[in-house]
């Protein structure tokens, strides 16, 4: 089968799973680690992707609204959110690693589809997270996501030099509050939430 129609039924079959399942992002989380250790590359990338795109936009209760305005969100939210963020990077590391080994890629090939795949799940994350928060909060809440995303990471960019260092810090304070103002709600306030919760 062409490799492109293998992604297309994959990403359609993770899509599917999804909606059929409603599963919230921490389960969506240890199924993605699981379809990645378990399976090969060429199914486990468009699984995972359409498990995710699912998640971020197919509601996962009809009782579930907008959040009001006056909602506070507070560092339990925020240490969950950067958890989210951060899983999604370890997700891309366990692809790559499954490319690099267990296919037949150039490097810059499986860099370049590693690097598809972690932005396909932390658009999704930061959907999931735009959508759970009012617009407000969203600009400080990305800057603390940012923050927290960058000492989560600081063992993996030590060895590359302060410049490299500040540079990420920089990027990650502009780049998350950024995505989660872009990542707007829709206009009608009787549109539910599409996040699957925690």
């Known amino acids: 089968m062409n490799g492109s129609l293998v992604?297309?039924?994959?990403?359609?079959?993770g899509l599917g799973f999804q909606f059929l399942s409603r599963w919230s992002v921490t389960k969506n989380l240890w199924i993605s680690l699981l379809i990645l250790v378990l399976l090969p590359?060429?199914?486990?990338?468009?699984?995972?992707?359409?498990?995710?795109?699912?998640?971020?936009f197919i509601?996962?209760?009809?009782?579930?609204k907008?959040?009001?305005?006056n909602f506070q969100v507070g560092w339990g939210e925020?240490?969950?959110y950067s958890l989210w963020i951060f899983?999604?990077?370890?997700?891309?590391?366990?692809?790559?690693?499954?490319?690099?080994?267990?296919?037949?890629?150039?490097?810059?090939q499986s860099e370049a589809?590693?690097?598809?795949?972690?932005?396909?799940?932390?658009?999704?994350?930061?959907?999931?997270?735009?959508?759970?928060?009012p617009s407000w909060s969203r600009s400080a809440l990305g800057c603390r996501i940012g923050f927290i995303n960058f000492l989560l990471m600081l063992y993996w960019l030590y060895p590359y030099g302060w410049f490299v260092i500040g540079l990420t810090f920089i990027?990650?304070?502009v780049v998350f509050p950024l995505l989660l103002a872009w990542m707007d709600f829709p206009n009608n306030d009787s549109d539910v939430i599409v996040t699957g919760g925690r």
């Open 87 to 108: 899983a999604g990077f370890i997700l891309t590391l366990v692809y790559l690693f499954k490319i690099k080994h267990g296919g037949n890629m150039e490097t810059g």
């Open 41 to 56: 590359p060429s199914i486990s990338f468009g699984l995972v992707c359409g498990i995710w795109v699912g998640c971020a």
């Open 113 to 133: 589809l590693a690097w598809v795949f972690l932005t396909m799940i932390e658009l999704c994350i930061c959907r999931i997270i735009a959508c759970s928060v």
């Open 59 to 64: 509601p996962f209760s009809s009782s579930i």
């Open 7 to 13: 992604y297309l039924v994959t990403l359609l079959a």
């Open 171 to 173: 990027t990650f304070l």
């Open 66 to 69: 907008r959040p009001t305005n």
């Open 78 to 80: 925020v240490i969950a």
